[in-house]
């Protein structure tokens, strides 16, 4: 059957800003207190959209959380209307609201685990909402999740997410790769941990985030042929050097696997069981980058990784599509100018601006959720969450209009943030058809 593969993006909140909230993300935690600007990361969102829609790629849209989360305040005690609630939470415990109103949604990498349907033992596309465990803000938002993909993909089977207890810390696509020949048939799914259940938490300086027994669960789930499913551990010096998530250090599209050479506990063994797990599919490319002419500490900053690797309609090698701040390191850009005029599988670098979204450790990677679709499906996935010329039109006009151009730290304790931030979503589920009870606030 003829699929392909789509992008869908989560469109960047009116709370967009640097909280300094993720322990072991070393942009976060570099960046926290700067003023941030919503608008401008938003509009870079979408421009990246437009231009993977324009590049002829099918173009989703995932919309933001509303924050901040009013039902978390109520369930942590506070009460009265919810400008009460907020200005008690920013009384009491700045950091508490400054969790409660992250835009981390944007990062859609997270939101979730999906297996296309040519991979799973019943057909059908299967999603299951991360739980983001390990990080208070990120952990709010699998069932906001769960319901914004129900509604993209009525005919998929989209999972609660996995219990929300350390054993089971699951981080969504951002420690998964599919690996394939062709779209419409079967593939490799590479799931990639930090830890198990029953490890020393220690190991690791930073948090390891995602779980072996979550992925395994998540395999077991969707319904994966065991011989075509692989779990690989990342290795403890990625994860301390600051790749909190194995998507920073690892790409993969099609048959081919970019990744830094210290990305993996143990390499060899992962290339290994990926080969013999892709047999009588398709022979496995390997792109390894080694740490003498990209350290890791380069990579990271860099973003080298954390990019979009696509086949772009009418290209036979794949394009990478790289945050700027790869063009400006240069280890990184002497590397990939060399790939590109080598002979391997990536042949094209293309770098974009998603600046905002890069000071809390979200590259372009990061702010796409890929759904392999078969034609079928695609025809059946909701038409207003796709992004059109007029849609694209429409929401740059909307985040003009709602949302705040600067947003410094100790802007989150002011109610009327909140009251501008529903406005606008409220706004929003019109403009994407998504029904007047999409959100927690509109269901009073
Ligand atoms: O979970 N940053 C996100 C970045 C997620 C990147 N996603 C992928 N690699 N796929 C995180 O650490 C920072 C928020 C703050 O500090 O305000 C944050 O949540």
Known sequence: ???????????????????????????????AGLVAS????????????????????????????ARPDIAA????????????????????DKRLLRNLSSASSMWAANAATVSPSADCADGRLHLTPANLSTMLHRSLEHAQTRRALEAAFPFAAVHNALPGQGDFADEGAANHVRLCANHGK?????????????????????????TLDASRAIARRHGLSAPRTVFARQSKRAIDAGAFHNDVVCVGALETLFYHELAFDDTPAMKDDITKAASGLFDPQFVEVPDS?????????????????????????????????????????????????????????????????????????????????TEAERKTCNPDMLLTDDKYDRLCAWVTTHYREALAPDDIGDPALMTESFTALD???GLLNLGRDFYPFQRG
């Open 186 to 210: 079967a593939g490799v799914e590479l799931f990639v941990y930090g830890r198990a259940a029953g490890d020393d938490c220690e190991l690791t300086k930073f948090p390891a985030r995602q």
């Open 1 to 31: 059957m003829s699929a392909s593969e789509a992008n869908f993006d989560g469109l960047i909140g009116p709370t967009h800003n640097y909280g300094g909230l993720s322990a072991g993300n070393l942009a976060s935690a570099n960046n």
């Open 293 to 373: 002419e990209v350290p890791i500490a380069d990579a990271i900053k860099a973003y080298l990784f954390n990019s979009m690797l696509v086949a772009m309609p009418g290209e036979d090698r794949l394009t990478l599509i790289a945050p700027l701040e790869t063009a400006e390191t240069p280890s990184t850009k002497a590397f990939c100018d060399k790939m590109v005029a080598g002979k391997g599988p990536i042949g094209a670098v293309t770098y974009v601006d998603v600046r905002q979204s890069m000071r809390n450790g979200g590259g372009p990677a990061c702010l796409r959720l890929r759904v392999v679709l």
């Open 427 to 429: 706004e929003l589920t």
């Open 38 to 65: 919503p608008r401008a990361a938003a509009l870079q969102g979408l421009a990246k959209m437009k231009a993977m829609a324009d590049a002829g790629l099918v173009q989703g849209i995932l919309p933001p959380q």
């Open 73 to 92: 305040l109520r369930a942590l005690g506070f009460s009265g209307t919810p400008e009460d609630m907020v200005r008690a939470a920013w009384r009491s």
